[in-house]
């Protein structure tokens, strides 16, 4: 479900983009996040933990519980609550330790 307008702000509901999500091209609302974009299409599920391979998604929604981790855009273990989604980004599952990092890079 999204809202087409917020019932107390009164702000509407952005233009239609699509992403990618695990191969799946998906429909979203520009302004919303990775995060509300994968629930709004019914995927509760981002990912697994690597060790128990318990089921991850959208705990706090604060960018503070690293639970929702996702690739975005090749960038592995991207915080999806709080990254705004873009028309055309790449969103895939992460199931497995992050490769190591360059400093200099994000
Ligand atoms: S749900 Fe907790 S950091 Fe995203």
Redesign the pocket.
């Given at each position: 479900m999204q809202l087409e307008k917020h019932p107390i702000t009164g702000r509407k509901a952005g233009k239609e983009i699509q992403f990618l999500f695990n191969g799946e091209l998906l429909k979203a609302k520009e302004g919303q996040t990775v995060?509300a974009a994968l629930m709004a299409n019914g995927i509760k599920e981002f990912g697994k933990s690597r060790k128990l391979l318990q089921s991850r998604?959208?705990?706090?929604?604060?960018?503070?519980?690293?639970?929702?981790?996702v690739t975005i855009n090749g960038l592995e273990h991207s915080?999806?609550?709080?990254t705004v989604l873009e028309d055309g980004m790449k969103v895939e599952s992460n199931n497995a330790d992050p490769t190591r990092r360059e400093p200099n890079e994000n």
């Amino acid at each position: 479900m999204q809202l087409e307008k917020h019932p107390i702000t009164g702000r509407k509901a952005g233009k239609e983009i699509q992403f990618l999500f695990n191969g799946e091209l998906l429909k979203a609302k520009e302004g919303q996040t990775v995060a509300a974009a994968l629930m709004a299409n019914g995927i509760k599920e981002f990912g697994k933990s690597r060790k128990l391979l318990q089921s991850r998604g959208l705990y706090c929604a604060t960018g503070r519980c690293t639970n929702c981790f996702v690739t975005i855009n090749g960038l592995e273990h991207s915080i999806s609550c709080t990254t705004v989604l873009e028309d055309g980004m790449k969103v895939e599952s992460n199931n497995a330790d992050p490769t190591r990092r360059e400093p200099n890079e994000n």
